[in-house]
């Protein structure tokens, strides 16, 4: 038991180093056709992200590869029910890569139009996609007595998980406008800034919003907070989200930037906590629910996923730390620069 505990704890942290690594890239994304005017103005957009971006999303990579290896019935069950959900992901991160790559290879104003509203439209629909997919996997799915899921792509698209995915754009974007004015000088910095504040301040409302009907369409999420004392960590939570506000009025990015990434693994975390001991809820009945003791692989594969968990996961934390440090201040364009 302690195997699979340890395992669920890895999986819900790699998600949440993904949500909070490249949530940044895609609200830079979302922001740059609006707040990025010039063409210098949104390669410097670009570049912000440029030398992160795609080490960000390993962290999606490895929480698959987790939930494979890890949780193959879930991992089964999850991809073949949201098969059609999981092909549209695909094609979004694969148009923001080609809009990045291909903006640059002509210098019509055309051209690179084309590709800065593909790369914004992309950005967008992926964490809104996402975000629906979160809601409905934390509301609970139909799985039926043989751990299938069965049913229309569309009925996914319910009032709930459309809030937690408005929820999940307003959070991302408002993240990524504050990178990008960490990252930025002059009127790109302010606009990213007057944007990021709006942001903020609609995101803490929906959170409140979301909040409230999770309490009222998923009660299985706030059982365990009806205890008391675990409501330390959504409450802990807040005071970080309302924190940014606070950072952000005074002009101090960093530290706004610490508190929507300490924000949004808080939240995460709240969730995660919240559906333990179940990995996928079933909205039929919860003997269906694929849970960490029904769903895990032998305890001779997750002790051999721990020990290699061991040797790489410090590797991937020493490489995006170094990249991070290496590329630290403002962005300056140069000829290797998108």
């Given amino acids: 038991m302690a195997l699979n505990v340890t395992w669920y704890v890895l999986f819900v942290g790699i998600i949440t180093a993904y949500v909070v690594l490249d949530g940044f890239d895609l609200g830079v994304g979302m922001l740059h056709p609006f707040v990025a005017r010039t063409d210098d103005e949104r390669r410097l957009s670009l570049n912000s992200i440029g030398p992160v971006w795609d080490g960000n999303e390993v962290w ?57 509203w593909v790369f914004g439209a992309a950005s967008l629909l992926l964490a809104l996609l996402l975000g629906v997919a979160f809601g409905d996997i934390a509301a609970g799915v139909p799985i039926d007595a043989r751990h299938t899921i069965a049913f229309d792509p569309i009925s996914l698209v319910r009032p709930y998980a459309l809030l937690v995915g408005v929820t999940a754009v307003a959070m991302l974007a408002q993240h990524g406008a504050i990178y990008l004015a960490l990252k930025t000088e002059g009127d790109l910095r302010r606009r990213a800034r007057r944007v990021g504040i709006a942001l903020t301040v609609a995101f803490a409302a929906l ?103 061991a040797i790489g996961l410090p590797l991937v934390l020493a490489y995006t730390t170094g990249i991070y440090w290496l590329f630290r201040g403002k962005v300056r364009l140069g000829e290797r620069s998108y």
């Fill in 60 to 116: 999606l990579v490895v929480g698959g590869g987790v939930l494979f290896a890890g949780f193959p019935e879930v991992y089964a069950t999850l991809f073949s029910g949201f098969y059609v959900p999981f092909m549209l992901v695909l094609t979004f991160l694969i148009l923001r890569a080609v809009s990045i790559e291909f903006r640059g290879k002509r210098a019509g104003a055309g051209w690179r139009a084309l590709w800065d």
């Fill in 207 to 309: 959170v409140a919003v979301t909040g409230v009907a999770t309490a009222m369409t998923a009660p299985h999420l706030t059982a365990w907070y009806r205890q008391g004392w675990p409501l330390v960590l959504p409450a802990t939570a807040v005071l970080a989200i309302a924190n940014i506000v606070r950072e952000r009025l005074r002009g101090r990015e960093a530290a706004a930037f610490a508190s929507s990434c300490a924000g949004i693994a808080l939240l995460m975390a709240s969730v995660g906590a919240g559906q333990y001991p179940s990995v996928l809820t079933s909205s039929v009945s919860s003997a269906y629910s694929l849970t960490i003791s029904n769903s895990m692989s032998s305890p001779l594969t997750l002790t051999v996923m721990l020990v290699m968990a």
